[in-house]
């Protein structure tokens, strides 16, 4: 599943017209769903209003081709609230949303707050789990089942703990209650998380290299593990390279595949010439630019 | 260079009598326990093993003994880690004598070491002996101190015996990064992974298991691995969730918790030493109705 980025023109502002030549390109590529606007499409450096316009881009622009589902984090939950109204109100296929930012909520805080959001909606909810990012902050296997019980549209997580006993903790819990519940991974780590009841991830190279993450996931799920394997090594060493400051080395890549997409907004940088030069060459020596679409 | 493949690693636990010495008598039974029930090598002791309970003088009685009781049946890798370079480089040079088949070292105990410390640590270490190095990368067990990526690139150019990790980390990125450079540079580089969660780092390519839990329930840490190594990963899966719920269960009272469940299976080894308390009346009572409830344990083996 791919999340695009959010382009932007030289003054920073929202170039609507990218955008939507991004989303084409993402659902001609390949990808599954779309959803927008994860962190690497820059959400919480956008205003609510950018937001609900760009959200109401994507489901118009995808036109019922692939489900489009948006990501309703904001640093205010009321905002999120908002944010998820919204887009049930726009025809959107779901909402994702991660634990609350800043407060580091305890476990029963983070309860009220997904059921809160669950019932304001009919929208089946992702939530999103990101200790890492969250100052240890997660949903536990206990309260993923507590969830499932009380929710009839908690319908998944987006885990981003890219840890075996974290994994296997919330997918005992989880499918043991709901055998449908989908188990998605942050980025593509498809190889460690498929065998264990996974069924896809959200993509943090598809706009460079959406071929290489279609193959990855199709050797993951016809079970091909050697195969599975070399994919999997060449598109997280490419996460390496774009996880700093994510996503500006990403959208840096972006200018060298043909696809440019403008700066990244303040305070994340915007990747440098060097910099670009830089992703130019480990794209050549991984032989991205052979395999992989040039240009729209 | 000398080459093990060390697969299936039990690691036993050390069993004490009353007056607090270890029981060597229960241990040789315990050692046989483990080759009689699955295990392709063992690792001792390690942290389950109560390692730094244990005095110099001990941690070298009880490996000369096992290598000796277990003859050429498997091999034994010893766990050689301490705060001090020194000292654990002569403990590495007393396994070698003893006839261990490689060593394994983890990050300095207390200290923070920043990773160009960490490198000549683990440089004096392995550099003391001809025997095959395995660093056991365990940020839980050690207040998060872990290894990286890059620390093992420059260990492989610095050390022709370093032979791999056990990952304890659990971190996929880690073991990735780990296995799409260190095998390229140096052929036969494995990754072992450090407890029975074993598919997910099957998948990225590791080739072996360390398995405490081996003491309760070898039957089924077996089927893993074995499904494991012929890459039967989906068909894995439900022997990975029943050795994770075990592994929920015993994790909280750690080797209190192991040794009180190796007495339910009819294996008594024993309390741990000062300072880890034996469980509490109410954390046991909860620890055996869990393991009661945990269907797997019906078909493993119980007594010695």
Redesign the interface.
Known sequence: MQSPVTPFTDDFSLDLPTFERLLDFHVRTGATAISWPHHKGESLSLTIAERKLLAEAAVRVVNGRIPVTIHVSALAVEDTMELARHAQKIGADGILAITPYFWTPSLPAIEAYFVRLCRAIELPVLSYNSPSYLAGVEITGALMSRLIERLPNFAGVKEASFNSEKFLEISRAALSSRPDFALLTGVEYLLPSIPLGGVGSYSAAGSICPNLCSQLYDACMQGDWPRARELQYKVSWLWLLFRDQYPSSLKGGMVMMGRPVGPTRPPLPTASKQRQSHIRSELERLGIFDSEPHGW | MPVLTPGLVHTPVTPFSHDGGIALEVYGKLLDFHVANGAQSLALPMHIGESVSLTDGERRALLEFAVARLGDRIPVLAHVSESGSAIAAELARHAEKAGAAAMIVTTPYYWTPPATMLIEHFVAIGAATKLPFFIYNAPEEMQGARITADLCRELVAKLPNFAGVVDLS????F???L??DAPRVRPGFQLISGTE?M???A???ATGMFAPLAAIAPRMVRELYDLCRA?K??E??PS??QL??L??SIKLGGVAALKAAMRVMGRDCGEPRAPVLALEAVSLQRLVSELEAIALLHSEPRGW
């Open positions: 659990l971190d996929w990125q073991m990735i990064e296995m799409t969660l598919v997910s780092p998948a990225i390519g890459e990963l989906f894995a899966r990975q969730e994770a719920a592994r929920q």
